[in-house]
């Protein structure tokens, strides 16, 4: 079991960069591939990116892609995501989750049954 926890969320300006991080705790935190998703009232929660467990392979959704980056420190159990060139349309609740599943795809939700509680991006116009 691996417990998750999201910070570095706020409100930036269009074309501004956050970086958000997700701590991960447990005995197994490190081995887990981590997924970054993100939700809007309007839209059910999506993918955004992936990170396997040695950090050496990385996917992107094609709305973030040569935007967002997603690294992961091992020793400190922490996967980053950095976001650059932010636009209104990345408003949204970002969260990190855990990937247990390995039958079905790296961005099926399905996938993932460990979450953070999610932070807040806000990205003004």
């Known amino acids: 079991q691996v417990h998750l926890e999201e910070s570095g969320g706020g409100l930036v300006q269009s074309g501004g960069s956050l970086r958000l991080s997700c701590a991960a705790s447990?005995?197994?935190?490190?081995?887990?591939?981590i997924g970054w998703f993100r939700h809007t009232p309007e839209n059910d929660r999506e993918f955004v990116g992936y990170?396997?467990?040695?950090?050496?392979?990385?996917y992107y959704a094609d709305s973030v892609k040569g935007r967002f980056t997603i690294s992961r420190d091992i020793a400190e159990d922490t996967i980053y995501l950095q976001m650059t060139n932010l636009k209104p349309e990345d408003t949204a609740v970002y969260y990190c989750?855990?990937?247990?599943?390995?039958?079905?795809?790296?961005?099926?939700?399905?996938?993932?049954?460990?979450w953070g509680q999610g932070t807040q991006v806000t990205v003004s116009s």
């Open positions: 990170i396997n467990w040695s950090g050496g392979v990385t």
């Open positions: 989750a855990a990937r247990t599943g390995t039958g079905g795809s790296y961005y099926s939700l399905n996938e993932y049954p460990y």
């Open positions: 447990g005995p197994t935190s490190s081995r887990y591939p």
